[in-house]
Each structure stands twice: as structure tokens, then as C-alpha cells.
């Protein structure tokens, strides 16, 4: 099941990395724009996100738009255990 996982990843990246610039932060601002006038967003007083790497969705207008919306924001950390921990930010930075 680890090696099905891992080569789904490499194979989703793979096709990531090879959006043109242009299709990728169209869709990137198309997700950002849908997820942030969802009701559910809205109604969220707290959001789980995560901080993009490479070529995964930009996730940065989405966290901003979170804390001017004076929403809590948490991000995932990996832990030396392997296991995932979730801690609270306030700023772009941390």
C-alpha cells in the first residue's frame, strides 16, 4: 500500500509540474476564489490548511484571506515520530 501511495504521489506531481505557468495560477485562483465565498468558509471560525511546496496548489491568498477574516489558523507539522501534528499561526512568517 506505501509504494501504490507513493507512486500516486509522484505521478500526481509529475502532472502538476508540468501545468504551464499561466492554466496553473488560473486554477490556483479559481480554488482560492470557489473555497473563499464557500459557506463554509464563511461560517468557520477556524481553518485547516497547509503552507504549498513546488507546484501544489498556492495556498498563500487563502491563509491571508484567513487571517484578515479573523479566522484561526493551523498548519500541519511532521513530527519526528512520523506522525502529524496541527499548531496554531498568526502570521505569514511562523
Known amino acids: 500500500m506505501r ?3 507513493r507512486e500516486l504521489r509522484q505521478s500526481l506531481a509529475a502532472r502538476r509540474d508540468s501545468l504551464p505557468p499561466a492554466q496553473k495560477k488560473e486554477w490556483d485562483s479559481c480554488i482560492a476564489g470557489r473555497l473563499l465565498a464557500s459557506e463554509e468558509y ?3 471560525g477556524q481553518i485547516l490548511a ?3 511546496f513546488r ?3 498556492a495556498t498563500e491568498p487563502i491563509l491571508r484571506r484567513a487571517w484578515e477574516d479573523g479566522k484561526r489558523l493551523f498548519l500541519p507539522i511532521s513530527l519526528p515520530s512520523g506522525k502529524m501534528a496541527f499548531y496554531a499561526v498568526s502570521c505569514f512568517s511562523e
Do not use: D, N, P
Open 42 to 44: 464563511r461560517r468557520a
Open 3 to 5: 509504494e501504490l501511495k
Open 50 to 52: 497547509f503552507a504549498s
Open 55 to 57: 507546484s501544489e496548489i
